[in-house]
């Protein structure tokens, strides 16, 4: 029923009951009986009027709370669970930060005693000396995950912006490929493309060659021997672009959406045996976003793999 037919229905009942009572007996009881059938038929009203909002209630998909403070009392659990979730991320950040800068010292202590017995491998054991040599091999590894989770746990915490200056995208690429050449030792064949001078961006120096050299070093230490590995720029209207470009074995689309998590591996057992941490590309995306860039994968199995850190325009400077 309407609620309009539930006010009918109340005031036809009061008239029906006052003509009734008024000719049953005298002016006064019909009067007190038509007080009574006037707080009875209200009663009742109100209870067809709270049966039918009820019922439109429970129909209704998604019944939302009228009024400012029905918007208040639904956005309290939300607001509780995002304070609940933020608090247990700066745990973690705090929690890591903390283990990562106290394993450091050992290591350090480890990596030294290592390294002086490494020195008098050959009047040890040969059994003794190939025990060592791994030990240096995993601590080394150890060192540089150590190292990995601090600089990702201070990119997390610092807002930074403090060290960024106008840098030479350029000047960038080459020093970079000149170190990367360095690490592959010729196996692979690196150029640099695009980077004419006069270009700037603004920027931090050491965490964008972090960055950009982490991407390269990735391409040497996962395609192989002969490939081809391009570090480009490109400024176009919408914004500038520093690409690595490899023509390797390429990654499967699957793994192309969570490469940048962190340990997140494509495959374990060659990762491992590369050296390589697997936040590498966590610490990419983090130092990007501090820049207000973003990172763009295109691969596919046997098509090779291009990385690309796009910056806005307003990053860029110079002709």
Partial sequence: MRPWLYECVYLAGVAALGAGLGSCFSQATAGLALGLGVVLGTHLYWLGYLYHWLTRRADSPRPRAPGLWGEVFARLPITREENRLNRLEQMRRDFVANVSHELRTPLTVLAGYLETYGDLAEALPPRLGRGIEQMQAQ???MQNLVNDLLLLS????????DDHA???PARLLERIAGETRALSDDRQTITVEGAAPGTELWGSDEELHS???NLAFNAVRYTPAGSRIVLRWRREAGGGMIEVEDDGE???PVHVPRLTERFYRVDKSRSTQSG???LGLAIVKHVLLRHEARLEI???PGEGALFRCAFPPARLGGG
Avoid: F, M, P, V
Avoid at 154 to 161: H, P, S, V
């Fill in 211 to 213: 960055a950009i050299s």
């Fill in 154 to 161: 201070r990119l997390e915490i610092d807002q930074g912006g």
């Fill in 276 to 278: 390589g941490t697997g």
């Fill in 250 to 252: 390429g990654i499967e």
């Fill in 139 to 141: 601590t080394s590894r």
């Fill in 298 to 300: 295109e691969s596919r």
């Fill in 166 to 168: 106008w840098l030479c």
